[in-house]
């Protein structure tokens, strides 16, 4: 805050004439406030000369692009990222993740790759998770045969592909096929960056410069810029995992403090050249890839990688909750258990999985305890007799069931007393591990003559 205000007043003295309000906004300060934000556009104020607006777009664009990759539903947005540790901010923007396949491979099995993207998902903590789309890789070194692999998924899929090759020939059969599905293509080097670059303007494609000197890769990308590619990944070609740590936090570093706006752009990651992969994959989600390419996973690994990736990418400074109401598990009646627990998100969904796998149908009544844990929520206050009565009312959970018996978790035992006074509800302490509860309803609910549904 105190960094815009800085940069605010620099701007504000800037302006040649004050207050004229043909920006459209208030004051001077006003725009000066926005802009410092990146919340305006130079170009709003016509007493700024061309030099002095170039010199503003330079200070208030983000420090790292965002690049959009692919088209449609499926699109992933990369980069934009605005710290270096998680823990001061958050990692805004999840990699996204590609299967590998090569132009040697037969069709069905390229196809085969393709269905796996499109189909294979999981669910994870209330979030589907999936792979984002497939690099194609010119192994065979004939653009005919690339043009063919490019044109397999294309018949198949709808999601973001990599189009891997050095070869302008390769490259141009590919986008033949998918160019105006915006593919990534990969890679421009000192020797064909001016072909690629056209070929990215023309289509208007993601471009992955790839270059294992950091000034290199700098000069580079401004270089391609400059011939109209504007949506720039960085490649740091590094030789093994040490290399792609030193050299993707110096360019995460050097994008953040601005000391080298050109390696202002999301970094990009082969998994595939390293052994183990499982360890680059971890390495690349952890360290700052944009983009990381890797095998055909056997699906517990792909799990690993999207599990890590979510993981990774959420806001530590703000717990995952589940919206507070009256769930069903199953198809609950009258004589079902209710059974009242918190909104953090992770409990939630390990407390459901259990009463699934009970198979007995109850009420989940979920608290609004602003994403704390059982244990974190009643120490803090957050879970309380009060919050479950308007819990009861609100969601009218009376109208659901003919007893008036809710089932605590275990670590709120303290407050049962005071529950039954304040709602007259009769209490049951459940466990204190959600591993626990099936056992728990099958003793002191089905057992003592409940029907359970
Ligand atoms: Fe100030 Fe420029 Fe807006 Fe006029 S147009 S009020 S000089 S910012």
């Known amino acids: 805050m105190v960094r815009v205000a800085l940069k605010a007043l620099e701007i504000y003295k800037m302006l040649p004439k ?33 030099g002095t607006k170039e010199l503003l777009r330079g200070a208030t664009r983000p420090p790292m692009q965002l690049v959009k990759l692919g088209v449609g539903e499926r699109q992933v947005s990369v980069g934009d990222e605005i710290v270096l540790f998680r823990h001061e901010k958050a990692f805004y923007h999840p990699p996204g993740l590609f299967f590998s396949v090569s132009d040697l491979w037969d069709r069905e099995r390229i196809v085969a790759a393709a269905t796996r993207v499109m189909d294979e998902e999981f669910l994870r903590v209330g979030e589907n998770l999936r792979f984002n789309g497939l690099a194609i890789r010119n192994e065979s070194r004939d653009p005919a045969a690339f043009g063919r692999a490019v044109a397999a998924v294309e018949e198949e899929a ?13 490259l141009a059969a590919g986008l033949a096929r998918c160019g105006n599905y915006h ?93 183990p992969e499982e360890a680059a994959i971890v390495v690349g989600i952890l360290k700052y890839a944009g983009v990381i390419v890797t095998s055909v996973l056997p699906p517990a690994t792909a799990r690993m990688a999207l599990t890590l990736r979510q993981n990774i990418y959420t806001d530590p400074q703000k717990p995952i909750q589940m919206t507070p109401g009256l769930y069903r598990v199953g198809e609950p009646g009258p004589d079902s258990p209710v059974l009242a627990t918190v909104n953090f998100s992770l409990t939630y969904f390990t407390l459901l999985g259990y009463l699934e796998a009970s198979r007995i149908p109850c009420h989940l009544l979920i608290l609004d305890t602003e994403g704390f844990s059982v244990l974190t929520a009643v120490a803090a206050g957050k879970f309380s007799e009060r919050l479950v009565k308007d819990s009861l009312d609100r969601y009218q959970v009376a109208g659901q069931v003919r007893h008036r018996t809710l089932i605590i978790p275990g670590y709120a035992a303290p407050l049962s007393g005071r529950i039954e006074e304040v709602t007259g509800w009769k209490v ?18 089905v057992a003592k003559g409940h029907s359970g549904s």
């Open 428 to 445: 049951l302490v459940g466990p204190r591990d959600a591993a626990d509860i099936g056992e728990f309803l099958e003793k002191e609910w």
């Open 158 to 170: 709808e999601f973001p592909e990599v189009l891997v090759s050095e070869s302008p020939e390769a």
């Open 18 to 50: 004050k207050n004229c309000k043909e920006c459209g906004y208030p004051t001077c300060l006003t725009f000066a406030m926005k802009l410092a934000a990146g919340k305006a556009d130079a170009d709003t104020c016509p007493y700024l000369d061309a």
């Open 183 to 275: 593919p990534v293509i990969h890679a421009a080097t000192r020797a064909n960056h001016e072909e690629l670059a056209a070929l990215a303007k023309r289509y208007g494609c993601p471009l992955v410069i790839r270059a294992g000197d950091l000034g290199e890769l700098a000069g580079l990308a401004k270089a391609c810029g400059d011939l109209g590619a504007r949506n720039l990944i960085l490649d740091p070609a590094p030789a093994n995992l040490g290399e792609f740590i030193v050299r993707s936090t110096a360019i995460r570093r050097k994008a953040i403090d601005r000391s080298e706006p050109d390696l202002g752009h999301p970094v990009y990651l082969d998994a595939t050249a390293f052994v």
